[in-house]
């Protein structure tokens, strides 16, 4: 009988469809081939990162002084942060400082620290479905529990619902924008919108309700799609983001956490953020990494790649007859099944050697997600399979 604790097996289970699609995807690559199968599955940025990264590493190696790969404050290294604080004053059009930010491994690794620094037990994450599902797991590590909350018919928020849903629990608000797995991104009215309805409840309610946005796809946006800023929203706003997406380095595991330069408690929560990344066993973002990307602000992965590969998906699935909301941002499409079964339907394209993820692994049956991290012949050498999936579907 297995040690594992009986949470991680259940969570193992709920877990599991992405990683079964992944599974399925090795077993059909190795027996018909990596060439035949088309894999929609995975959202692993597949676009190299700026050229500029590699000179900058090579630079760094050599330029080696002694103790740079030694630790430094928990927050991390305070030019590193003087130097993303620089570019977010211009995108969040509010000043912010070293003081206000801290170095994260990666969105993920920032998310734990802020829910560590926020949460106590029983006080709820608002979330909204679809949603990211590592967030379930997140909020579960420090005690929280998750509220979700439905989006409208375009995948945009729907304030009166989140109004209807708002009590003395909510601590959070989490928005991702860019949306994975919509690609949604929510404007700027709705953003103010919102932003107000939260300090007009925190003040109904004697709390304090954050603002989180999760946003590591902010640079990878289509059609001269602009992500809004978030801080003009509340001062409570708390940004959440890396480099994973915007410079390609998702194994790198480097990211950052900003706090609104005038938020009330804007040191104790900075202070507790910091704690929780030493406590956490992170200690600190990688030190390598903080430095490559304090040098890395004026560049970001080619996004134009994946804009490529939107124009390839959207004429397979219209070929296809297959509806979707058309993703403002980045790299995947959450169209809806034909079916109400969603899994029924993903088993359906996977006879046809297409994976997609169900949409139930995203808090929203009947829905399939395809991410585009895959060369856009892979994209356009499956528009026979899918027109057969969805007549399959039809019969
Ligand atoms: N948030 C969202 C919405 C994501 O899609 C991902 C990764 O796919 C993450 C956070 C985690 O990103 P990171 O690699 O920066 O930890």
């Not at 919108?193 to 309700?209: N, S």
């Not at 941002?329 to 809806?336: E, K, M, R």
Request: aromatic content about 10%.
């Amino acid at each position: 009988m297995s040690g594992v604790a009986k949470k991680m097996q259940t969570f193992a289970e709920s877990s599991s469809w992405i990683r079964k699609m992944f599974e399925e995807g090795a077993r059909m690559k190795a027996e018909f081939g990596a060439d035949k199968v088309f894999d929609f599955s995975i959202g692993n940025p597949d676009v190299p990162p700026p050229a500029k990264f590699s000179t900058v590493l090579r630079e760094l190696v050599e330029q080696e002084e002694p103790g740079v790969h030694g630790y430094m404050a928990n927050a991390g290294f305070p030019f590193v942060r003087e130097a993303i604080a620089t570019r977010l004053s211009a995108e969040q059009q509010v000043s912010f400082t070293a003081n206000d930010l801290l170095m994260t491994c990666g969105a993920a690794g920032g998310l734990n620290v802020l829910f560590k620094a926020l949460l106590d037990p029983g006080d709820e994450v608002m979330v909204f479905a679809p949603y990211f599902v590592e967030y379930r797991f997140y909020v579960d590590n420090h005690g929280g529990e998750v509220k979700v909350v439905a989006t409208d018919a375009d995948f945009n928020l729907d304030l009166k619902a989140i109004e209807a849903a708002l009590s003395p629990k909510t601590k959070i608000v989490l928005i991702n924008s860019p949306n994975n797995p919509t690609g949604q991104i929510y404007p700027a009215a709705d953003l103010q919108a919102l932003g107000r309805l939260l300090d007009e409840a925190g003040k109904r309610f004697g709390t304090t309700i954050y603002l989180v946005s999760d946003e590591p796809y902010r640079n990878i946006v289509f059609d001269n799609h602009v992500v809004p800023p978030l801080m003009t929203a509340t001062t409570n706003a708390i940004i959440a983001s890396s480099y994973s997406k915007e410079l390609s380095l998702p194994g790198e595991r480097i990211g950052y956490l900003a706090v609104h330069p005038q938020m009330a408690d804007k040191g104790q929560v900075v202070g507790a953020m910091t704690l929780a990344t030493r406590i956490l066993g992170f200690v600190n973002a990688p030190a390598l990494m903080q430095r490559a990307v304090a040098r890395l602000q004026d560049v970001s992965a080619d996004s134009s790649i994946y804009a490529r590969r939107l124009e390839a998906f959207c004429t397979v699935l219209d070929g296809a007859g297959i509806s979707y909301v058309r993703p403002k941002g980045a790299f995947y499409l959450f169209p809806q099944a034909p079916i109400d079964d969603d899994v029924e339907f993903c088993r359906l394209l996977a006879e046809q050697k297409i994976l997609a993820v169900p949409g139930r692994g995203f808090g929203m049956p009947g829905y399939i997600r395809l991410a585009f991290c895959v060369d856009e012949r892979v994209i356009a050498g499956s528009a026979e399979g899918f027109k057969r999936a969805m007549a399959a579907a039809r019969k």
